[in-house]
């Protein structure tokens, strides 16, 4: 029954992704590298057939996470930067961002704070180049007032 479990857990984990391969290493326990068939492609820990531990994601659309997974998934401390250019450093769970974090735009702005889902959501301080600050509770991307 474990074994079903497991499998099936696999299954949801890469339902995004279809199926691909092993290109290189133990991809079932051990340190490997994983490709799928969109161009995904992950090097690093693996456990029980899913990214786990310490490794990194590149995303055909140019996208790149290095850090922590866990069951298949962004879990912990990692970095991604985002093929529009922002960079993020900071906690993260089930591939969302959430915990402390800061997120770096690429035309300069600068939030520090807490993120949940996603999105703003607690106390945080967004910069702006001209030196213009918002800071204070955020909630779903937007600062209360």
């Not at 691909?20 to 456990?47: F, K, P």
Request: with cysteine; charged share 25%; proline share 3%.
């Amino acid at each position: 029954m474990k074994k079903i479990v497991i499998g099936m857990c696999m299954v949801l984990a890469m339902a995004g992704h279809g199926f691909g391969a092993c290109v290189e290493g133990d991809c079932v326990n051990g340190q490997g590298t994983y490709e799928w068939e969109d161009g995904t492609r992950y090097t690093g820990s693996i456990r029980d057939k899913a990214p786990d531990g310490d490794g990194t994601m590149l995303y055909p659309d140019g996208g790149e996470y290095k850090g922590k997974m866990k069951n298949g998934t962004r879990n912990g401390s990692g970095e991604m930067s985002f093929p529009d250019g922002r960079k993020y450093s900071g906690e993260w769970a089930d591939n969302l961002m959430n915990g402390q974090g800061t997120m770096i735009w690429l035309d300069g702005r600068k939030y520090e704070g807490q993120w949940m889902d996603g999105m703003q959501h607690g106390q945080g301080r967004l910069s702006h180049p001209d030196g213009k600050v918002k800071e204070g509770q955020w909630e779903d991307g937007d600062l209360l007032d």
